[in-house]
């Protein structure tokens, strides 16, 4: 089976799942790697509130890109005006409000964290000041 020692302790039980979860960490050790880097990683005494603030920024700046990726595929940045007098880019930013499945939500997604990304940063960098 796997060539992992710590895989003997996780043996299927005969269910499907078991057997499922057992098939799949054979080919790729993910109990495994998720047990080494994330479940049961060493953390210091002194880990609190505090910095948790450097991997919320990462996160929100991931969803600012991605939400970004999928507005600019609906945005127009034309300054001229359509047949109805209305400039081009206003026009699209109502499309992408009106007519994009989930358009709503995903501006408001992007225009949120761009002020959350800037609370995120400055407190990771107090909490920088506060513990060094």
Do not use: C
Request: proline share 3%; hydrophobic share 50%.
């Amino acid at each position: 089976m796997a060539s992992n020692t710590n895989f003997e302790k996780y043996k299927s039980d005969g269910s499907l799942q078991g057997n499922l979860l057992e098939w799949f960490d054979a080919r790729f050790p993910a109990t495994s790697m998720w047990r080494g880097h994330l479940s049961e990683y060493y953390a210091p005494k002194n880990f609190n509130f505090w910095y948790f603030f450097g991997s919320l920024a990462m996160l929100v700046l991931v969803i600012q890109i991605v939400t970004g990726i999928f507005l600019v595929m609906h945005y127009k940045p034309d300054a001229s005006l359509n047949e109805n007098g209305i400039p081009v880019a206003f026009a699209s930013v109502e499309y992408i409000m009106r007519d994009v499945n989930w358009g709503w939500l995903i501006r408001y997604m992007h225009s949120t964290g761009a002020s959350a990304f800037f609370v995120v940063v400055y407190l990771h960098m107090f909490r920088g000041m506060l513990y060094g």
